[in-house]
Nanobody
Framework: QVQLVESGGGLVQSGGSLRLSCTAS????????MGWFRQAPGKEREFVAA????????LYADSVKGRFAISKDNAKNTEYLQMNSLSPEDTAVYYC?????????????????WGQGTQVTVSS
């Protein structure tokens, strides 16, 4: 089993930046692809970004492309989401996820493991 714990969320002004972290425990996620999703109140969970097991291949939602960057440090069993130029539309609970298929994926149902989420609130 893999346990995922997110950190780094908080309140930030529009135009600001935050870096989310997701640390895995229980087993190494070296061979796992990982992703970030978010869910705003009253909305479905949506894809944000994903990264393959090696940290080389990355996918982004159009809404965050050019502003967010996903990365993975296999030595630390951790993935990151650097979020820049934040806007109120980015306000949501952000979840990290992992699956044992090496390729990055956009669909939540493809992921085996999920964190509890961290709140990101962007004020205007």
């Amino acid at each position: 089993q893999v346990q995922l714990v997110e950190s780094g969320g908080g309140l930030v002004q529009s135009g600001g930046s935050l870096r989310l972290s997701c640390t895995a425990s229980g087993r190494t996620v070296r061979n796992y692809a990982m992703g970030w999703f978010r869910q705003a109140p009253g909305k479905e969970r949506e894809f944000v970004a994903a990264i393959d097991w090696s940290g080389i291949m990355r996918l982004y939602a159009d809404s965050v492309k050019g502003r967010f960057a996903i990365s993975k440090d296999n030595a630390k069993n951790t993935e990151y989401l650097q979020m820049n130029s934040l806007s109120p539309e980015d306000t949501a609970v952000y979840y990290c996820a992992a699956h044992n298929n090496r390729a990055p994926l956009r669909t939540p149902s493809e992921y085996n493991y999920w964190g509890q989420g961290t709140q990101v609130t962007v004020s205007s």
